[in-house]
């Protein structure tokens, strides 16, 4: 399209700014939503703290589970379609660079920008709280997962690389989320090569993994059956590892079928979840449904999973090295208002050489709050569909937040995906009804380290490259200073 003076003229007025802050899930189907409906001309800008792009979607999502980072195709298609302006619609992404911090503040981007979205997910893991949490071989399972999914902030964190895994026998897990099942699965087939060689997970990782003789994984929940946080998918997964000799168990006082009552199963996925656990806890050849029995008659146990419940941990013991050796917790029984109560004299201790809290990704206020008087919730940010509240609960001129920092860390990428078109939307709306704002010029960044879209696009590049010569989907850059020597070299 060739415009003529005054449309030019027309579309620089016109042309909204927008940053967003973090690209992960959110902040990309955010900038996704924007780019695609405004009626106005637009400039989105992405900016990444790290100098790649995507977040957990390729730093959390189990690297055996490829197909749910197909988002990251729309991600790209969306980046690639606007990166060079299309229709008065721009996208910048902008890597290396926290939000937040001195290089460059919140406050900037809220004085240049007519709204900004932040989106940085949660960057801290809830704690256990209780003595010998900070043994070596106690792990948030945050970190873990950073380590094994190649983060370059964790790939190489000595706490995993110097830690001796060819001594982990006994794993616990506290905790029955999905990402609790994550790393059970990780770790039970932890020696199974057809899983792991193709895929991304960090060689570095699954090269120590691999010498840990593991022999059992407890996932400890502090509540019962019914209150398991996993879904039925993820389950069923870790009952399938039968076929590689890993067996599942759940102790008869904790799961039969005859505990659940007819209100309790009307609750399908619930049905279906009761079903699955007689079944594979059933001897192959007794099974009644052939949905069970999909990889034939499993091998000799090698080695075992627990989904154990009703206990509290009480504190960790370790070795005359600093490790963990064991954990000592308490049984629970559930109140009838449905509170967790510690039962009195029911100490036990399970040996364990490994323990991973499972308890949840937590968010992390900026520094900047405070004088912008942002409410924060312990956990995330205060905000009325999208628009960010003040500490009195006013809404905060052009200040948004979409995602785990909005929501907390819950919800998969679809639900994701939902509260960030939600709060595009909300945006598109109150910028159609703001007068234009004033702004200051954008940062100037020549001066500042960063990477762009086309940066990515050569990283990408090189890692499907290298990938594929080793039979492998990709192999990531597990370290900043790897990424920016590839990209200095390669101009
Ligand atoms: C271990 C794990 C496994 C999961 N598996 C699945 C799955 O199988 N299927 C599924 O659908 N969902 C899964 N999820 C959920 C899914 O990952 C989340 O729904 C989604 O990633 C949340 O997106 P987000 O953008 O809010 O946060 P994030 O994905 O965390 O993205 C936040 C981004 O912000 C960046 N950032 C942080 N601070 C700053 C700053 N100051 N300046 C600039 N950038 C910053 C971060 O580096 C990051 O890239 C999983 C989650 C976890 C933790």
Redesign the pocket.
């Known amino acids: 399209m060739i415009l003529d003076g005054l449309s030019l003229k027309f579309v620089r007025w016109a042309s909204k700014r927008i940053s967003v802050?973090?690209?992960?899930?959110?902040?990309f189907y955010t900038a996704y939503r924007l780019l695609n409906k405004s009626p106005d001309p637009i400039h989105v800008t992405l900016?990444?703290?790290?100098p790649v792009?995507?977040?957990?979607?390729r730093y959390?999502?189990?690297p055996d589970?490829p197909e749910?980072k197909n988002c990251e195709d729309t991600f790209a298609e969306c980046a690639e379609t606007f990166n060079q302006g299309k229709d008065g619609r721009k996208f910048s992404f902008i890597g290396g660079?926290?939000?937040?911090?001195d290089e460059i503040p919140l406050q900037q981007l809220l004085k240049q920008e007519d709204a900004v979205i932040l989106?940085?997910?949660?960057?801290s893991s809830r704690a256990l709280g209780i003595p010998g949490e900070d043994a070596s071989g106690v792990f948030s399972?945050?970190d873990f997962?950073n380590w094994y999914n190649g983060h370059p902030g964790f790939a190489n964190d000595k706490r995993f690389t110097e830690f001796d895994w060819s001594q982990v026998h006994r794993v616990g897990i506290i905790g029955h989320g999905?990402?609790a099942l994550?790393i059970t699965r990780v770790l039970m087939t932890n020696r199974v090569d057809e899983i792991w060689q193709p895929t991304d997970i960090s060689r570095v990782a699954i090269d120590k993994l691999k010498q840990a003789p593991i022999q059992e994984v407890k996932m400890i929940a502090r509540r019962d059956f019914i209150h398991s946080k996993f879904t039925n998918r993820e389950l069923r997964e870790l009952w399938e590892m039968e076929r590689f000799g890993v067996r599942g168990k759940i102790d008869q006082k904790y799961f039969h079928p005859t505990l659940f009552n007819d209100d309790q199963l009307k609750d399908r996925p619930f049905k279906r979840r009761v079903e699955m656990c007689q079944e594979y806890s059933t001897p192959f050849d007794k099974r009644t449904k052939k949905n069970y029995k999909k990889h034939g008659p499993p091998p000799e146990e090698r080695s075992h999973w627990v989904l154990d419940y009703l206990k509290t941990p009480l504190q960790t013991q370790t070795n005359d090295q600093g490790r963990v050796q064991s954990l000592q917790l308490c049984e629970n029984e559930l109140t009838p208002d449905n509170r967790v109560k510690q039962l009195p004299n029911s100490e036990l201790n399970y040996n364990v050489d490994l323990l991973i809290t499972s308890l949840g990704?937590k968010g992390q206020p900026?520094s900047e709050f405070k004088p912008l008087a942002v409410k924060w919730l312990g956990d995330r940010i205060a905000n009325d569909r999208g628009r960010v509240l003040t500490t009195e609960n006013e809404p905060i001129e052009r200040l948004y937040a979409?995602?785990?920092?909005r929501r907390g860390?819950q919800?998969?990428?679809?639900?994701?995906m939902e509260d960030s078109f939600q709060v595009a939307d909300q945006v598109l709306h109150d910028l159609q009804n703001q007068q234009n704002l004033e702004r200051i010029p954008p940062v100037d960044l020549s001066n500042i380290r960063h990477t762009t879209w086309q940066d990515w696009e050569k990283i990408n590049q090189s890692e499907l490259n290298k990938g594929k010569q080793m039979g492998r989907v990709r192999s990531k850059y597990l370290t900043e200073p790897e990424i920016y020597n590839y990209l200095s070299m390669n101009h």
């Open positions: 802050v973090g690209s992960g899930p959110s902040g900016w990444e703290k790290l792009p995507y977040g957990l979607s959390g999502v189990a589970h749910v660079v926290t939000i937040g911090s989106a940085y997910g949660c960057q399972s945050r997962v999905n990402v994550d990704y900026m979409a995602g785990w920092i860390s919800g998969v990428i679809a639900t994701t």
